[in-house]
């Protein structure tokens, strides 16, 4: 385990700080998730006990093909995002400022997840440098653990995308399923 200092301390409280962290899902959800680039993404999921949409921006630690995102559970298994997805994988995608998209959860192994964090401290040396020795101060252990979540898009199928139609309300516009 990395040495505590004065910095890596002051950040893992930060990110105990709940306000600050839930800060970009308001961003996102008034459409400004453009902002944060393409690193960062809203998950929306359902939470397993009281079944109400719960929402948590994620960095995205991987991007293996078009059509699937990796993203790593900072506070472990305890992670309520994580376990919420473990209860029911049927998610949604928030990227940049576009609409939310599909897509179904999968938990990687740990051989899986120990080939994309190297994948990605070999791509942000400098950023897991810094992020290293926090992510260990919030977890108390080394990141050997770390839970690493599959997030895979899910498709339309053609006949649903061709059933939908649009419509003007008033000033709005908005898509309407059949």
């Not at 839930?22 to 453009?34: H, L, T």
């Not at 080939?115 to 252990?141: E, F, K, N």
Request: net charge positive; charged share 20%; glycine share 8%.
């Amino acid at each position: 385990m990395a040495a505590s200092t004065p910095v890596v301390r002051g950040a893992a409280m930060l990110l105990s700080a709940r306000w600050l962290v839930r800060a970009p899902v308001w961003a996102y959800r008034a459409r400004f998730g453009a902002l944060f680039g393409s690193r960062l993404i809203m998950l929306e999921h359902t939470g397993r006990t009281s079944g109400l949409r719960r929402f948590v921006v994620l960095e995205v630690v991987g991007h293996p093909a078009h059509d699937t995102y990796l993203v790593v559970s900072g506070f472990g298994a305890r992670a309520q995002w994580f376990r919420n997805v473990q209860a029911n994988p049927q998610v949604r995608l928030y990227t940049g400022s576009r609409r939310p998209v599909p897509a179904k959860a999968r938990i990687l192994t740990g051989s899986q997840t120990r080939v994309a964090l190297d994948a990605y401290a070999a791509a942000r040396p400098r950023t897991w440098g810094a992020l290293r020795p926090v992510l260990q101060q919030t977890l108390g252990a080394d990141l050997t653990d770390l839970p690493m979540v599959a997030l895979d898009l899910v498709r339309r199928p053609a006949a649903a995308e061709a059933a939908q139609r649009r419509h003007v309300v008033g000033r709005r516009t908005r898509a309407r399923e059949l």
